[in-house]
């Protein structure tokens, strides 16, 4: 157990919904991660936060936004889905921005 | 992003010592070598990282070389456990996201 919490586990919606992941970080780490991992594309990062803070962008589609929380768990957000948007997604915490990253157990979102 | 080169896949028995190599000829000075694996069903896990000299901790070893432009992954005894996905990753130091590769899908026969 890495002490990331995500929920929900699974996610099942339809093509043009839209959802929200949560991710709670480990006790005392200000940064949170998100990442995507699909059969075809592999594990991805999106986007990072540190305290509060965007701190750096990677793959993310202008679809999906994310912000985190003073008490420092973080929200993703996915609208307009598509098929392709079926995938695990993961969350990772750090105590720094830079640090070890511990992932969660991941949410996994099916388009239909 | 500085590139790593993996097997697709390796094979072990239990209780033998594995060896996992990754070739990064593109390395900068400043980039630290980092391994994770992912064992079926989960999250990444982070397994160890160095930059310049070998490194050992609870779960394995990293051997860099001395030209920094390979490393290899050891874990000294084998465990069904172990059987995983593992990835080596170039991380700019100071810098923040991991970039994952294909990795090397680990087999352990009993």
């Known amino acids: 157990d890495s002490g990331v919490t995500q929920t929900p586990k699974h996610l099942i919606t339809a093509t043009g919904q839209r959802v929200t992941l949560r991710c709670s970080p480990r006790?005392?780490?200000?940064?949170v991660y998100w990442y995507q991992q699909s059969l075809d594309q592999g594990l991805q990062f999106l986007i990072q936060y540190y305290n509060g803070e965007e701190r750096a962008k990677g793959n993310i589609l202008e679809r999906f936004s994310a912000q985190q929380f003073p008490d420092l768990h973080s929200e993703l957000n996915l609208s307009s889905l598509e098929l392709g948007d079926s995938a695990l997604y993961f969350c990772?915490?750090?105590?720094?921005?830079?640090?070890?990253?511990?992932f969660g157990p991941g949410t996994r979102l099916t388009v239909t | 992003d500085a590139k790593t080169t993996q097997p697709n896949s390796m094979e072990s028995n239990e209780e033998e010592p594995v060896h996992l190599p990754c070739n990064h000829s593109t390395i900068s000075g400043t980039d630290y070598i980092h391994w994770y694996r992912q064992l079926p069903s989960q999250g990444p896990e982070y397994v160890i990282h160095g930059l310049t000299s070998n490194v050992n901790n609870r779960m394995a070893s990293l051997a860099i070389a001395e030209d920094r432009k390979s490393s290899t992954l050891i874990l000294h005894r084998a465990t069904l456990r172990d059987a995983a996905v593992y990835y080596c990753i170039l991380r700019e130091g100071g810098g923040d996201k991991l970039i994952f590769g294909t990795g090397t899908r680990l087999q352990v026969f009993p």
């Open positions: 990772a915490s750090s105590v720094g921005p830079t640090g070890e990253q511990y």
């Open positions: 006790s005392g780490d200000l940064s």
